[in-house]
T-cell receptor, first 113, second 114 residues
Framework: DVKVTQSSRYLVKRTGEKVFLECVQD?????MFWYRQDPGLGLRLIYF???????EKGDIPEGYSVSREKKERFSLILESASTNQTSMYLC????????????FGPGTRLTVL | AQSVTQPDIHITVSEGASLELRCNYS??????LFWYVQSPGQGLQLLLK??????LVQGIKGFEAEFKRSQSSFNLRKPSVHWSDAAEYFC????????????FGKGTTLSVSS
């Protein structure tokens, strides 16, 4: 069974902390994505990666960075967490040669106090 | 710029009744269209997709969607709703067949009444 896993389902951090959200996929997908989901705003793309060590900014990259050192793992980093980064974060992956679409992880609900 | 509009924020349907969720897109070329469902506390699950060919596509859980180019629409339908269908539904447009750079609508929340 194909799977995208995220390191935490719930996370509570303090303002100013450095936060790491980890995502791992076992489908050998080239593409990986980070979205944030907020009520009334839907899903917004933060960053995506189409290969190891490659990254592209999405619609709302400010305040975030990413790391992709291995094909199966894509990390989202909040360098200095702020309260407006309280949100649900969703990771996804897709194959660049397949037309199946994106597979999503269960999400991490991050609260920044 | 490409965009996806889901006009209905929240819909309530009686169990056993039919369902139609609306989706309109704005995109100059042939779109790649998706519907996803998100159950409470879960990630998104792909219901169905349209790339080309037959404009009526079948998906999982008894859902179907019809692509209408003239109306720039890709509405999701189900003939008989079950209580377990209560969830949030997202329509999305992709700029390529591999599904990179998905543009999502803001979602429609479906409630099912008994």
């Amino acid at each position: 069974d194909v799977k995208v896993t995220q390191s935490s389902r719930y996370l509570v951090k303090r303002t100013g902390e450095k936060v790491f959200l980890e995502c791992v996929q076992d489908m050998d997908h080239e593409n990986m994505f980070w979205y944030r989901q907020d009520p009334g705003l839907g899903l917004r793309l933060i960053y995506f990666s189409y290969d190891v060590k490659m990254k592209e900014k999405g619609d709302i990259p400010e305040g975030y960075s990413v790391s992709r050192e291995k094909k199966e793992r894509f990390s989202l980093i909040l360098e200095s967490a702020s309260t407006n980064q309280t949100s649900m974060y969703l990771c996804a992956s897709s194959s660049k040669t397949s037309s199946i679409g994106q597979f999503f992880g269960p999400g991490t609900r991050l609260t920044v106090l | 710029a490409q965009s996806v509009t889901q006009p209905d924020i929240h819909i309530t349907v009686s169990e056993g009744a039919s369902l139609e969720l609306r989706c309109n897109y704005s995109y100059g070329a042939t779109p790649y269209l998706f519907w996803y469902v998100q159950s409470p506390g879960q990630g998104l699950q792909l219901l169905l997709k349209y790339f080309s060919g037959d404009t009526l596509v079948q998906g999982i859980k008894g859902f179907e969607a019809e692509f209408k180019r003239s109306q720039s629409s890709f509405n999701l339908r189900k003939p008989s709703v079950h209580w377990s269908d209560a969830a949030e539904y997202f329509c999305a447009v992709a700029l390529n067949q591999a599904g990179t750079a998905l543009i999502f609508g803001k979602g429609t929340t479906l409630s099912v009444s008994s």
